[in-house]
């Protein structure tokens, strides 16, 4: 699965901005036990380079995806991120690898169970899972140093941009499904905020505000 993704990620260097993924990443992935963390019966395509259902209409990302979106976090050992999008906590797996401390937000209360149990059994302890509403983040716990988005809302949540630390970086696909950009954004020392737009991508829709607020799981 790691040589593919290398392979498949040269051949995107031009859209990705970056012509290698970073090492570390790579290695947090082929650590991370991807059959766990999608439904038995997808069990023997777990390493395939394709999404696969989790139920619920969710899918878990093609591995190229999460290998992209981690390198484009630029992750440091200390930081703190916030996921949107628990699905059942491969994305989440691979972030605590790298990062201190992960919060991680499911609107689907059963995905979030289960994804606390795949998690609980491969003894990941620096990982918290909410069942709420994504669009508004986690603000108990802001600011932070990462956020990562794994649906896609028509424009960049201004939740999600308040609880960006300074200094920090998100990145989110942002579009409507015909016309999705993976987007990288990044807030200075002084809190101003930039976007950059790398590759299309097709992600599932992000709830918007007129959802629930957040809630414990």
């Known amino acids: 699965m790691v040589a593919a993704i290398r392979v498949i990620a040269r ?11 970073d ?8 650590k991370v036990p991807r059959h766990e963390f999608v439904p038995v019966e997808f069990k023997p395509h777990a390493y395939l380079n394709t999404p696969l259902p989790i139920g619920f209409d969710k899918t878990i990302s ?5 290998a992209v979106m981690t390198d484009l ?5 200390d930081d703190v991120v916030l996921e949107i999008g ?3 906590g491969y994305q989440s797996a691979v972030l605590a690898e790298l990062a201190g401390k992960v919060y991680s937000v499911e609107i689907i209360e ?3 169970q289960r994804a606390v149990q795949r998690l609980k059994r491969e003894g990941y302890d620096n990982i918290d899972v909410h069942v709420g509403n994504g669009y508004f983040g986690w603000p108990e716990h802001a600011p932070f140093d990462k956020v990562i988005v794994t649906a896609a809302p028509d424009l960049i949540p201004p939740p999600l941009i308040n609880q960006l630390k300074a200094g920090g970086r998100m990145v989110i696909p942002v579009g409507l499904s015909h016309a999705q950009r993976l987007v990288v954004v990044d807030k ?3 809190g101003r905020v930039g976007t950059k737009e790398t590759m299309e991508v097709l992600f599932s829709s ?7 607020t957040l809630r414990p799981s």
């Open 11 to 21: 051949h995107l260097a031009a859209e990705v901005g970056k012509a290698t993924l």
């Open 23 to 30: 090492d570390r990443v790579l290695s947090a992935m082929a």
């Open 62 to 66: 093609q591995p190229l995806m999460v």
């Open 73 to 77: 976090l630029e992750l440091r050992p």
């Open 86 to 88: 628990t699905g059942l």
């Open 110 to 112: 059963e995905l979030a």
């Open 188 to 190: 200075d020392l002084n």
């Open 206 to 212: 992000l709830e918007g505000s007129d959802q629930p």
